[in-house]
């Protein structure tokens, strides 16, 4: 191990030879041994294999641009039930301040899903694309379930529109705090998504992440 990985192990946390760790390449997981600690380096030996497991479900997250507190808190939790990608949107009711931010952001919301996928022990750190407008974002999502959060009260309720049959690609959409404008739900209708209700109470944006992924990942994941 190299770089600011193998400098957190070994200065910060003080790595010593003999410790286990668990390691992975991102397609397996390894119970490993230190067997040098050096300025840069640490070398391992492999021990044994561990079980791992990969979420059968290959879903998106398109989570748009709010406070970052409530963003980077929705990023982990995202990370945590299995999202394998996550576009931000830059809505077009985002605080423009916040969009304005946001490009200095990547590289911290990058180590946030990192430092969370190694916490629930997922063998593959979530992609982070480029924040976009929803419009791109939308028509990027071309098959699975698409599913598009609405506060508007036609939506139809969440648990009518999953399915009981597993699913192999899903998509969700959340809006910023203002909501959606109508261009925006036009360009979601257009691309495939359908309005959705979490129910009568308005959720904050971090909540309706977990509620909603939760629900996914329980009705159309096949394990």
Request: proline share 5%; with cysteine.
């Amino acid at each position: 191990m190299e770089g600011d990985s193998a400098y957190h192990l070994g200065r910060v946390l003080r790595a010593q030879a003999g410790q286990l760790y668990e390691l992975s390449d991102g397609s397996s997981a390894w119970l490993a041994r230190i067997e040098a600690v050096s300025r840069d380096c640490i070398e391992f030996a492999l021990v044994e294999r561990i079980p791992s497991y990969t979420p059968a479900l290959d879903a998106t997250l398109l989570l748009s641009i709010v406070k970052f507190d409530a963003f980077e808190w929705a990023l982990e939790k995202a990370s945590e039930l299995g999202v394998n990608r996550i576009i931000p949107l830059a809505a077009a009711r985002s605080e423009k301040a916040l969009l304005a931010a946001s490009a200095k952001r990547a590289e911290r919301w990058r180590k946030i899903l990192l430092e969370s996928s190694q916490q629930c022990r997922r063998l593959r750190v979530p992609i982070l694309d480029p924040s976009c407008k929803p419009e791109a974002a939308f028509v990027s999502q071309k098959s699975g379930v698409r599913i598009m959060l609405s506060e508007l009260p036609e939506a139809s309720p969440l648990k009518a529109i999953l399915g009981r049959e597993p699913a192999a690609t899903a998509a969700l959409a959340i809006g910023p705090e203002g909501g959606w404008t109508e261009p925006e739900f036009a360009a979601a209708r257009g691309a495939g998504f359908r309005d959705a209700s979490l129910g009568k109470l308005i959720l904050r944006t971090e909540t309706a992440v977990v509620a909603a992924l939760a629900a996914i990942n329980y009705a159309l994941a096949a394990d």
